[in-house]
């Protein structure tokens, strides 16, 4: 079985930053890539940011380039969100996801992804 968990959400001030952090466990993970969604309240979970580990390939939706960083830490399965000039929009509960089979996919589909976390909260105020 695979686990995944977020943290690093929080509370913080528009323009301030934060990282998020998701940690997959389990003997039998495998990921070929892994992405961050998040569901702001009264609306649809949304595509973030994406990483496909094959090419190293990295993939934003627009409102988040040049704000928004994805790296990772492969000796403890660990990929990051670093998060800077932040803006009340963005607070959302931020979900990572894995997807465990190669091939070619479409990053922004969550359908696309195997394993999921159980959500942290980003908060950020005016």
């Known amino acids: 079985q695979v686990r995944m968990v977020e943290s690093g959400g929080g509370l913080v001030q528009a323009g301030g930053s934060l990282r998020l952090s998701c940690a997959a466990s389990g003997r039998t993970f495998s990921s070929y890539g892994m992405a961050w969604f998040r569901q702001a309240p009264g609306k649809e979970r949304e595509f973030v940011a994406a990483?496909?580990?094959?090419?190293?390939?990295?993939f934003y939706t627009n409102s988040v380039k040049g704000r928004f960083t994805l790296s990772r830490d492969n000796a403890k399965n660990t990929v990051f969100l670093q998060m800077n000039s932040l803006k009340p929009e963005d607070t959302a509960v931020y979900y990572c996801a894995s997807r465990s089979r190669g091939g070619s996919w479409y990053v922004g589909n969550e359908s696309e992804y195997d394993y999921w976390g159980q959500g942290t909260q980003v908060t950020v105020s005016s």
């Open positions: 990483v496909t580990w094959s090419t190293s390939s990295t």
